[in-house]
């Protein structure tokens, strides 16, 4: 949900920006309608993991609904081959990352220095794909 909503928030923004505050509103309020519904749905059948579903598909419902509101004002494209190579680094170096912090080594430390290692890992990792990439490919 964080991720979704971590891509969702320029959407919003670009609809404020440019004065659609109403539209930004009835998207909200359709995605709290939405997620009454669901949670009165899915809630007594799967309790907790009925609401966490919910939560995902409103989330989900609300970023398709700024993207489409987006589209109609701005011509942007966000699917392009700088946002690809540079999803492929990001979701290498977290697999990385993900691997080098889950070694009981590292698991079982201080979690600030578990952090700190993560930190150190994923940065490494995505600066080496990133100086790589761009000896291949012009952003």
Do not use: D, H, R
């Amino acid at each position: 949900m964080a991720g979704i909503v971590f891509l969702a928030t320029p959407f919003s923004q670009i609809l404020i920006v440019t004065n659609q505050q109403k539209k930004l509103f009835w998207i909200t309020f359709s995605g709290a309608i939405i997620n009454v519904i669901l949670n009165l749905v899915l809630i007594p059948m799967y309790s907790l993991y009925g609401a966490a579903l919910a939560t995902v598909i409103t989330v989900f419902s609300i970023f398709f609904l700024l993207f489409k509101s987006t589209l109609e004002l701005l011509y942007i494209n966000p699917f392009n081959l700088k946002f690809l190579f540079s999803f492929i680094g990001a979701a290498f170096s977290s697999i990385l990352m993900y691997l080098v912090i889950t070694n009981p080594y590292i698991y079982y430390l201080n979690i600030f220095l578990s952090i700190l290692i993560g930190t150190i890992v994923y940065s490494v990792c995505f600066l080496v794909y990133k100086k790589l990439a761009g000896n291949f490919f012009i952003y």
